[in-house]
């Protein structure tokens, strides 16, 4: 197996462990709006918004040379 397909599964088992264990209710205030969600759409949406940006800055850096 290729070690990208490893770290790949070890960092999803992770993320998953840490999502199932932050079940909890916060409340997130940004500004004037205030959002009661749970712990796991927090952790996703940060963890995806990184992972998305990191592909934009590989693909912007493969661009440029």
Do not use: D, H
């Not at 197996?1 to 992770?14: E, P, R, S, Y």
């Not at 940004?30 to 749970?38: A, G, M, T």
């Not at 927090?42 to 934009?56: A, K, N, Q, S």
């Amino acid at each position: 197996m290729n070690f990208k397909v490893i770290g790949g599964i070890i960092l999803g088992c992770l993320i998953a462990i840490i999502c199932l264990q932050n079940y909890k209710i916060i409340e997130l205030s940004f500004l004037f709006w205030k959002v009661s969600i749970p712990v796991i759409i927090v952790i996703l949406t940060v963890f995806i918004f990184g992972f998305i940006c990191g592909l934009i800055y590989k693909n912007l850096k493969k661009v440029r040379k």
